[in-house]
């Protein structure tokens, strides 16, 4: 089986700008949840996402949204960047057990 | 608060010696815990879970023992390769959700 997708994979943006990331999880898995990893903070969960719902959410601003769609792809947006958005992004599926996760989108804010 | 913590920010072992990673947890609600190895720049790898019910899991050269009344797990790697050198994170998980609270990381570096 393919593995979590990520797309893209690097990006740069500037300040007030809008993003928009995308997760393509491994076939069969209906849970995605999304991860933000910056030196000074580590990994901080984002939220997760089961069957098109969201279904926990992590201590982010309302600046950062998300969503899944019916064949389990999910996208997550961030709005009027700020320069403490750089960071890596992470996208994990599951099914059982434990998270897979994706390569990540490397995002930088200038 | 840091809910998940792993006190060793590095580690530094010879090759062929066994590699104990520590973590620590503060909520008893917390039933399935994982172990993860990190490259920089790309995304965790899944390595070895364990849920509360168990006290030790092994998948070849990887075995995770957890201590519910001490709220501690470890990851025990023997023997260590070079190849094993990166970030290892722990995470934890609550019943009925996929949301994960990853530790700090510990940089583990296994030398010839």
């Known amino acids: 089986k393919a593995g979590v997708t990520q797309t893209p994979r690097y990006l740069i943006k500037t300040r007030g700008q809008q993003v928009t990331l995308s997760c393509s999880p491994i076939?069969?898995?209906?849970?995605v949840s999304w991860y933000q990893q910056t030196p000074g903070q580590g990994l901080q969960f984002l939220f997760e996402?089961?069957?098109?719902?969201?279904?926990n959410k992590g201590n982010f601003p309302g600046r950062f949204s998300g969503r899944q769609f019916s064949n389990s792809r999910s996208e997550m947006n961030v709005s009027t960047l700020e320069l403490g958005d750089s960071a890596l992004y992470l996208c994990?599926?599951?099914?059982?057990?434990?998270?897979?996760f994706g390569p990540g989108t490397r995002l930088t804010v200038t | 608060d840091q809910q998940v913590k792993q006190n060793s920010p590095s580690l530094s072992v010879q090759e062929g010696r066994i590699s104990i990673l520590n973590c620590d947890y503060t909520?008893?609600?917390?039933?399935?815990f994982l172990w993860y190895k990190k490259y920089p720049a790309e995304g965790p790898t899944f390595l070895i879970s364990?849920?509360?019910?168990?006290d030790k899991n092994e998948d070849g050269r990887f075995t995770v023992f957890l201590n519910k009344s001490a709220k501690h797990l470890s990851l025990h790697i023997v023997p260590s390769q070079p190849g094993d050198s990166a970030v290892y994170f722990c995470?934890?998980?609550?019943?009925?959700?996929?949301?994960?609270?990853f530790g700090t990381g510990t940089r583990l570096q296994v030398f010839p």
């Open positions: 994990a599926s599951s099914l059982e057990g434990g998270q897979y």
């Open positions: 076939s069969g898995h209906r849970s």
């Open positions: 996402y089961f069957s098109e719902t969201q279904r």
């Open positions: 909520n008893s609600m917390f039933d399935y």
């Open positions: 364990i849920s509360s019910i168990k």
């Open positions: 995470a934890v998980r609550s019943y009925n959700t996929d949301k994960l609270i």
